[in-house]
């Protein structure tokens, strides 16, 4: 156990707020060396890397430690967004869950290159919060980091899906979107 000055880069972080990454008695890894690993294997790992820290932060031992334990139940990197993901859902009413295609449809875009690429956009918050239930899932899923509201140019206020990760990992999320491209 202890602060690392190698692998995910600085741990003065992690030092600072007295944190501990673990060492996993089966395999002798550090934690910190796996996340450093599983963020290395995809260049878009890096708001996925960040959420899944923040996540363990949340999930520590009472003696501050990082655990394999908590990381597994996470999912591992890749499923720590869709496990959030999925329990905002989750604890929504079904009226509230049934607006989530919509709202994803508004907030997507086709991308360049592969037919089965998307691409998250922004669209003002107002074209979306048009029921109380769309204002729900909205209020849900900003409060749990899954989507972001930010201002437009014109200083309107406009919502989009926080890592594009989301799109991809989080399995109703990538059922519905693939439902609609074959549409």
Sequence with gaps: LGPRTTGLGSAAPARAAGLLFEKDPATGERLDDVL????????????????????????????KILTFAAYRELGGIEGALARRAEEVYGSLAPAVQATLPAVLRALVAPGHGSKYSLVSRRVPVDSLAVTEENKALLDAFTGARLLVTDRAGDSRAVVGVAHEALLRHWPRARQWLDEDREF
């Excluded at 599983?38 to 932060?57: G, H, I, K, Q, Y």
């Design 36 to 63: 450093h690993e599983a963020a290395a294997r995809d260049s878009s790992a890096l708001p996925l890397l960040e959420f899944t820290l923040d996540e363990l932060f949340m999930r520590q031992a009472e003696d």
